[in-house]
């Protein structure tokens, strides 16, 4: 079973901070690399997707790279806003098919 | 622009009743997944499907039973619910196409056993 760990659990910051999250995983055989958010009561919605050939996404003030041979990807949040709360997970595959995912970092952006 | 929708979005049951879960989705994706979400264990697979007429067992599949008649739809049953099966359950599909390799989920479904 591929372990993914995010770190920090939980984040409070201050609005207008620049913020990164991180995710580990055990395998370096990476297929791709999403980032979802999810909000309180809420499905998962697709951030960033990142294809095991390329090094990094970007949209608007997100940015995702991808390290394979490190086995980690970081999110990085540019000038934060309280609207960015929510709960932010990383899900790597492996294969086409099979995806798996971190426990979530819990964000909160403070006015 | 509908994307995955499940229904119901809530549903209370009694121990040892069933009930029927559906996904829908519109994207003509091959594959389709049921994972669960629970406080403190992320979200697990229960089953998965490859294509029409196929499925698969995840991580938790005990308790649960899952059908791929037509490729837009994977239904998740559930013969006798017991109370360890209060979670979150969410649908999600993926497949090649313009998004390949993307997964989209859905809304979710809230069940509780009671």
């Known amino acids: 079973k591929q372990e993914v760990t995010q770190i920090p659990a939980a984040l409070s910051v201050p609005e207008g901070e620049n913020l990164v999250l991180n995710c580990s995983f055990t395998?370096?055989?990476?297929?791709?690399l999403q980032w979802f958010r999810q909000d309180p009561g809420k499905g998962l919605t697709s951030l960033l997707l990142i294809q095991s050939s390329q090094r990094e996404q970007t949209s608007g003030r997100l940015n995702a790279s991808l390290d394979k041979s490190s086995g980690r990807s970081t999110l990085y949040i540019a000038a934060s806003q309280p609207g960015d709360s929510a709960t932010y997970l990383c899900?790597?595959?492996?294969?086409?098919?099979?995806?798996?995912f971190g426990s979530g970092t819990k964000l909160n952006v403070k006015p | 622009n509908a994307g995955v929708t499940q229904t119901p979005k809530f549903r209370v049951l009694k121990t040892g009743q069933s009930m029927t879960l559906l996904c829908a989705q519109d994207?003509?994706?091959?594959?389709m997944y049921w994972y669960r979400q629970d406080p403190g264990m992320g979200l697990r697979l229960i089953h998965y499907?490859?294509?029409?007429?196929?499925?698969a067992k995840g991580e938790v599949p005990d308790g649960y039973n899952v059908s791929r008649l037509k490729k837009q739809n994977f239904l998740l049953g559930l013969e006798s619910a017991a109370p360890s099966q209060t979670s979150v359950y969410f649908c999600?599909?993926?497949?090649?196409?313009?998004?390949?390799?993307?997964?989209?989920f859905g809304e979710g479904s809230r069940l509780t056993v009671l």
């Open positions: 994207m003509n994706h091959e594959y």
């Open positions: 899900g790597p595959s492996f294969n086409f098919n099979k995806f798996y």
């Open positions: 395998d370096s055989a990476i297929y791709n």
């Open positions: 499907s490859v294509g029409e007429g196929t499925t």
């Open positions: 999600a599909s993926s497949g090649p196409g313009l998004h390949t390799g993307e997964l989209f």
